[in-house]
């Protein structure tokens, strides 16, 4: 819930800026137009972090599906090369018993590496995502939610809910800042504020609307999961759903348990190769957008002849999330993405004040209500919710702030068409 409430505030000022931009795209291209060339390249690094993380956070739990699907089959794979090489809480079987202690060991996530490749080949030749087949797939992820939801009820058991809050509230916030990055995404409803018949009422209503749906189901997956399962059991799984399924169909009489297992392990395959398709997609985006801003080289926005898409760039960022895929768990990559999203997001909601106080005039599709107050909130809960996260998370994410603004000081910079020779 306080997630959702923090995209809602922040969804909400990201549309402000949306429209007042007369063209789609990202928030790099919203800053770029409004704040200015530094703000802009800030929140492109940022948002290449974003895209970046929560990709291969995807594509590991893509991969841990997948030996789920191997396992439901019967086939029975060497697990080193199907886990991450890195397990900071090492991996288990069905009996609590260690497969690989905590630390490094030899191996790669193979599944991880392959589904990013596999995705930048398509991506490289072009995609074009009609209405039609997301409405399918998005169709499909919600059946197997629901499916999980209702067979999952049956088998909940009240003593997993105690304690309800075993970390308290230092608990709530530090989850709700790992989990963040499962919301990226709503604030696309924003970018297409232009294309609203009535922005004023469309936007706001569209983005709190696939809020309060997003959240509904997310609510209901974490009450079955925990009631079926002791919370500790899936800490760190990246398949923790379909993997409770298993544990909870070998007891008696829920076998029935075996074929929901299969439906929703199909329903969230399909979830995952979208988002990472989207994603991707984004990332290469951004590098093409900044390059063609000549912040980044020429290379990254040559497009390819015969497929006339950003080749150089959609393989870059390819190969920046498939070998670290293959070798971190998802908890690490999670942690870099949401604090890049919360980052980008606390620009976008002070960006909204700035420029409503140095351009008053300037046309808005959509002005989010009651001044300054919200995108105050959204700045502060934003904030609230970095400040969940673990501190080396804070150092890295610091440390890749500190490469970027020292790329843009020494050379995008230098090569911007705003820049003066003293």
């Given at each position: 819930?306080?997630?959702?409430?923090?995209?809602?505030?922040?969804?909400?000022?990201?549309?402000?800026?949306?429209?007042?931009?007369?063209?789609?795209?990202?928030?790099?291209?919203?800053?770029?137009?409004?704040?200015?060339?530094?703000?802009?390249?800030?929140?492109?690094?940022?948002?290449?972090?974003?895209?970046?993380?929560?990709?291969?956070?995807?594509?590991?739990?893509?991969?841990?599906?997948?030996?789920?699907?191997?396992?439901?089959?019967?086939?029975?794979?060497?697990?080193?090369?199907?886990?991450?090489?890195?397990?900071?809480?090492?991996?288990?079987?069905?009996?609590?018993?260690?497969?690989?202690?905590?630390?490094?060991?030899?191996?790669?996530?193979?599944?991880?590496?392959?589904?990013?490749?596999?995705?930048?080949?398509?991506?490289?030749?072009?995609?074009?995502?009609?209405?039609?087949?997301?409405?399918?797939?998005?169709?499909?992820?919600?059946?197997?939610?629901?499916?999980?939801?209702?067979?999952?009820?049956?088998?909940?058991?009240?003593?997993?809910?105690?304690?309800?809050?075993?970390?308290?509230?230092?608990?709530?916030?530090?989850?709700?800042?790992?989990?963040?990055?499962?919301?990226?995404?709503?604030?696309?409803?924003?970018?297409?504020?232009?294309?609203?018949?009535?922005?004023?009422?469309?936007?706001?209503?569209?983005?709190?609307?696939?809020?309060?749906?997003?959240?509904?189901?997310?609510?209901?997956?974490?009450?079955?999961?925990?009631?079926?399962?002791?919370?500790?059991?899936?800490?760190?799984?990246?398949?923790?759903?379909?993997?409770?399924?298993?544990?909870?169909?070998?007891?008696?009489?829920?076998?029935?348990?075996?074929?929901?297992?299969?439906?929703?392990?199909?329903?969230?395959?399909?979830?995952?190769?979208?988002?990472?398709?989207?994603?991707?997609?984004g990332q290469a985006r951004v590098w093409y957008a900044m390059s063609?801003?000549?912040?980044?080289?020429?290379?990254?926005?040559?497009?390819?002849?015969?497929?006339?898409?950003?080749?150089?760039?959609?393989?870059?960022?390819?190969?920046?999330?498939?070998?670290?895929?293959?070798?971190?768990?998802?908890?690490?990559?999670?942690?870099?993405?949401?604090?890049?999203?919360?980052?980008?997001?606390?620009?976008?909601?002070?960006?909204?004040?700035?420029?409503?106080?140095?351009?008053?005039?300037?046309?808005?599709?959509?002005?989010?209500?009651?001044?300054?107050?919200?995108?105050?909130?959204?700045?502060?809960?934003?904030?609230?919710?970095?400040?969940?996260?673990?501190?080396?998370?804070?150092?890295?994410?610091?440390?890749?702030?500190?490469?970027?603004?020292?790329?843009?000081?020494?050379?995008?910079?230098?090569?911007?068409?705003?820049?003066?020779?003293?």
């Amino acid at each position: 819930m306080l997630v959702a409430i923090v995209c809602a505030l922040t969804g909400l000022c990201y549309a402000e800026l949306a429209s007042m931009i007369p063209i789609a795209g990202s928030a790099y291209t919203y800053t770029y137009a409004t704040l200015g060339e530094l703000i802009a390249w800030i929140i492109g690094w940022d948002l290449i972090l974003e895209y970046a993380f929560s990709n291969m956070s995807v594509s590991v739990g893509f991969a841990a599906h997948i030996v789920d699907l191997l396992d439901w089959l019967g086939i029975r794979l060497d697990p080193k090369w199907l886990s991450p090489a890195f397990l900071p809480l090492g991996l288990q079987d069905l009996s609590g018993k260690d497969i690989f202690s905590s630390g490094w060991h030899f191996g790669f996530d193979i599944p991880a590496f392959v589904v990013v490749l596999l995705l930048t080949v398509v991506l490289v030749r072009g995609i074009r995502e009609s209405a039609r087949t997301n409405n399918i797939m998005v169709l499909v992820k919600i059946a197997a939610i629901l499916l999980f939801i209702g067979f999952g009820t049956s088998f909940i058991h009240g003593s997993n809910y105690h304690p309800f809050s075993p970390n308290g509230f230092s608990g709530v916030l530090a989850g709700g800042s790992i989990i963040f990055f499962t919301y990226i995404g709503f604030d696309s409803v924003s970018t297409a504020s232009e294309e609203c018949r009535n922005p004023r009422r469309d936007v706001p209503i569209g983005i709190i609307a696939t809020l309060i749906v997003c959240t509904i189901l997310y609510v209901g997956v974490a009450a079955v999961l925990t009631g079926m399962v002791p919370w500790q059991s899936i800490a760190g799984d990246g398949a923790p759903v379909v993997n409770a399924l298993k544990r909870v169909s070998l007891l008696p009489g829920a076998h029935r348990l075996h074929w929901v297992r299969l439906f929703v392990l199909l329903g969230a395959l399909v979830g995952m190769v979208s988002s990472i398709l989207v994603f991707q997609l984004g990332q290469a985006r951004v590098w093409y957008a900044m390059s063609r801003d000549r912040l980044l080289p020429d290379v990254f926005s040559n497009v390819h002849p015969k497929f006339r898409t950003p080749a150089f760039a959609t393989w870059v960022a390819g190969f920046l999330v498939a070998i670290p895929a293959g070798l971190f768990d998802v908890g690490t990559f999670a942690e870099m993405s949401n604090i890049g999203t919360l980052f980008a997001f606390v620009l976008v909601s002070i960006g909204v004040i700035v420029l409503r106080s140095k351009d008053p005039a300037r046309h808005r599709g959509f002005r989010v209500p009651f001044g300054p107050v919200i995108p105050l909130l959204s700045t502060f809960f934003c904030v609230l919710l970095m400040a969940g996260l673990p501190a080396i998370t804070w150092v890295r994410f610091f440390v890749w702030l500190v490469i970027g603004l020292c790329v843009y000081s020494f050379y995008s910079r230098k090569r911007s068409e705003f820049y003066q020779v003293k």
